[in-house]
């Protein structure tokens, strides 16, 4: 339903809660409120309005928060309107997506250099992941905004997996980092996610490059889970890792998910 001001310029449309449906339904075309005749009522203190309303706004527009829906709209909502049960999926008979990572926007991140010293605090609801590495660069501190994070797919049929590259050589040359490598992996639900099975064990490029990999599964719904495989090439090793949310998985050998 689309909201048209008396100078008849579109407003806002009202998409959610399947209002236009209704309206539809109902073989309405229009719903019209006419001021005539009706009288504004007056405000006692003008001056102290005005002023409080200069506040609100200079506080809303500043906000963090409006600035994530200035960036990505309805869907900065998308996580915190799933974890109340009310993100409308399945012709509204569901309030939880699992792919709401794949709408909810980029991550925001944060180089921060090591012998740093810090402290982090949150205005908001938030997730905050903190990988690190050994390291002796000496830089600055410096933002890595949703703009300079890549993203993409690997694989195809039931390996095929969407990425966000945060802190990476081939998508960000131009940040610095001695050692560390962040991304983020979303694999629907059934996928293999490391598919071909491989290795980071030796240095022997272009086939291989040795890594300390570790891995954060989150899992939607919360209850489901993923099975990680991991085998030792040299010990002939092989154990298979129930995978859940908020569960980590530190390898340099060979796994498979």
């Known amino acids: 339903m689309q909201n048209i001001d008396k100078d008849r310029i579109p407003s806002r449309i009202a998409a959610r809660g399947g209002l236009g449906a209704v309206i539809g339904s109902k073989g309405l075309e ?8 009706g009288q504004k009522p007056p405000i006692v203190r003008p001056e102290a309005f005005k002023m409080a309303q200069k506040d609100y706004t200079k506080s ?23 974890g109340f049960g009310g993100l409308p999926t399945r012709n509204f008979s569901s309030g939880h997506v699992e792919d709401v990572d794949d709408i909810s926007g980029k991550p925001h991140s944060v180089y921060i250099p090591a012998k740093s010293k810090f402290t982090i605090t949150a205005d908001t609801a938030v997730e905050i992941a903190l990988p690190s590495a050994p390291s002796d660069l000496e830089v600055e501190p410096y933002l890595i905004e949703p703009s300079k994070v890549a993203t993409g797919a690997w694989g195809a049929a039931n390996f095929k997996r969407n990425f966000h590259q945060i802190l990476t050589l081939a998508s960000q040359p131009e940040l610095p980092a001695r050692r560390l490598i962040v991304g983020e992996t979303f694999t629907p639900s059934g996928n293999w996610s490391t598919y071909p099975p491989h290795k980071h064990q030796v240095d022997d490029l272009p086939r291989e490059a040795y890594h300390e990999e570790m891995y954060f599964f989150k899992v939607s719904p919360n209850d489901g889970f993923g099975i ?12 298979s890792l129930c995978a859940i949310t908020a569960s980590t998985c530190c390898r340099a050998d060979t796994i498979r998910l």
């Not at 990680?228 to 154990?239: D, G």
């Open 30 to 37: 229009a719903i019209v409120f006419d001021h005539a005749g």
């Open 60 to 82: 809303v527009l500043e906000h963090q928060q409006s600035a994530s829906y200035r960036d990505y709209g309805t869907a900065a909502m998308a996580h915190m309107s799933d």
């Open 228 to 239: 990680c495989h991991y085998y030792n090439e040299e010990a002939k090793r092989k154990i």
